[in-house]
């Protein structure tokens, strides 16, 4: 069974702070997704990571996949309230690059105070 | 609004009754997928569709859960003689055969929140 563990699974910090959310397996993945998803609705596509190595940015989000593939980090600059959610990374199966189901971690609740 | 839809968006119902879900992807995408997901983790897949053909079930879909696509568009998920074990958010996500869907780049309903008494 490929498991993705991500850490921490809580974290509850002040708007401005930056903060870094980790997700870690023993597999490789052909690709990893990172989620956000508010209570009481589905998870929302953040971004994809394909290549080891690759770095993406999404305004204060920077997303980076490891060099082997097999984990993965978010990393926050100067969170807003705004940014409070459950974060989720979803990996791909490897061999598969098409139609195969993701394995998603446990979440991270972040909640940022204003 | 051209995203997946879910409904009902709630369910609450007794131990032992049937229930029936459904999902509409998104117009062009070919593959559709169910997920469950309970508080506190994350969704677990159940199962996925090509157009109208179930390729794949995980062990945790048991008999008494079965998912029909009959024409390759919507999509439902029954669950027989339900189970207090089966509350849960069902999640159904949808992605197309190409583009963003090389990397299984899936996008999700609101769910349906099953509350098993």
């Known amino acids: 069974t490929q498991l993705l563990e991500q850490s921490p699974q809580f974290l509850s910090i002040q708007e401005g702070e930056n903060l870094t959310v980790y997700c870690n397996s023993s597999?490789?993945?052909?690709?990893l997704q990172w989620y956000r998803q508010e209570p009481g609705e589905g998870p929302v596509l953040l971004v994809t990571?394909?290549?080891?190595?690759e770095v993406k940015k999404l305004k204060r989000l920077t997303f980076q996949f490891g060099d082997a593939r097999k984990d993965s980090s978010l990393h926050i600059t100067a969170a807003q309230p705004g940014d409070t959610g459950l974060y989720l990374c979803?990996?791909?199966?490897?061999?598969?690059?098409?139609?195969?189901?993701?394995?998603f971690g446990e979440g991270t609740q972040l909640t940022v105070n204003p | 609004d051209t995203g997946v839809s879910q409904n009902p968006r709630h369910k609450i119902t007794k131990r032992g009754q049937n229930v029936t879900f459904r999902c509409d992807p998104i117009s062009e995408h070919n593959r559709l997928y169910w997920y469950r997901q309970t508080l506190g983790q994350g969704p677990e897949f159940l199962t996925y569709?090509?157009?109208?053909?179930?390729?794949?079930k995980s062990r945790l879909l048991s008999d008494r859960f079965s998912a029909e696509r009959p024409k390759g568009s919507f999509s439902t998920l029954e669950i027989q003689r339900t189970e207090q074990g089966d509350s849960a958010m069902y999640l159904c996500a949808s992605s197309p055969l190409t583009g963003q869907g090389f990397h299984n780049e899936q996008f999700f309903g609101p769910g349906t929140r099953l509350t098993v008494l």
């Open positions: 569709f090509q157009n109208e053909a179930q390729l794949e």
């Open positions: 979803a990996g791909a199966h490897p061999g598969e690059t098409s139609g195969s189901r993701l394995t």
């Open positions: 597999s490789v993945f052909s690709s």
């Open positions: 990571v394909v290549t080891g190595g």
